[in-house]
């Protein structure tokens, strides 16, 4: 028998709420979140009001993109260039190679818990903030 750490629902908001409560400062500036687990699911989900299509759908794809590939998506896009590969050539249309994800790891094991996307901000910043809910999961070593 195997025993799987996995990311539950209250972390997943716990780190949601943790962007929100950063985003909100500045609430011209309106950001779309998702959290999913290790097979890229969708656990939560949040936008801001007025947070326009492409980030919507950007925060899901960037924390997909973390969970399957076990990196931070702008590691992930280094990684392509590096090998002069474009994430179309991969045959998944849920992968990004955009800077703006983080992976969740179990800080044990190193297992993939899953990932966090943020979009709507300049690629650095959206990095920046998903990094809080990072820290809001409460997985340190």
Same mark, same amino acid.
């Given at each position: 028998?195997?025993?799987?750490?996995?990311?539950?629902?209250?972390?997943?908001?716990?780190?949601?709420?943790?962007?929100?409560?950063?985003?909100?400062?500045?609430?011209?500036?309106?950001?779309?979140?998702?959290?999913?687990?290790?097979?890229?699911?969708?656990?939560?989900?949040?936008?801001?009001? =007025? $947070?326009?299509?492409?980030?919507?759908?950007?925060?899901?794809?960037?924390?997909?993109? $973390?969970?399957?590939?076990?990196?931070?998506?702008?590691?992930?896009?280094?990684?392509?260039?590096?090998?002069? =590969?474009?994430?179309?050539?991969?045959?998944?249309?849920?992968?990004?190679?955009?800077?703006?994800?983080?992976?969740?790891?179990?800080?044990?094991?190193?297992?993939?818990?899953?990932?966090?996307?943020?979009?709507?901000?300049?690629?650095?910043?959206?990095?920046?903030?998903?990094?809080?809910?990072?820290?809001?999961?409460?997985?340190?070593?």
């Amino acid at each position: 028998m195997y025993d799987k750490p996995m990311l539950g629902l209250d972390q997943a908001q716990d780190a949601i709420a943790a962007i929100l409560a950063e985003a909100n400062k500045e609430p011209d500036r309106p950001l779309a979140i998702a959290s999913v687990d290790d097979t890229g699911s969708i656990i939560s989900y949040a936008r801001m009001d =007025r $947070c326009r299509e492409v980030p919507k759908r950007m925060a899901i794809r960037k924390a997909y993109t $973390c969970a399957l590939s076990g990196q931070d998506s702008k590691d992930y896009a280094e990684r392509l260039a590096g090998q002069r =590969r474009t994430v179309a050539e991969m045959g998944d249309p849920m992968l990004a190679a955009v800077q703006g994800g983080v992976t969740v790891l179990h800080p044990g094991s190193g297992a993939i818990l899953g990932g966090i996307g943020v979009s709507g901000l300049a690629a650095e910043d959206d990095e920046a903030i998903a990094k809080l809910g990072l820290q809001a999961l409460g997985l340190s070593a």
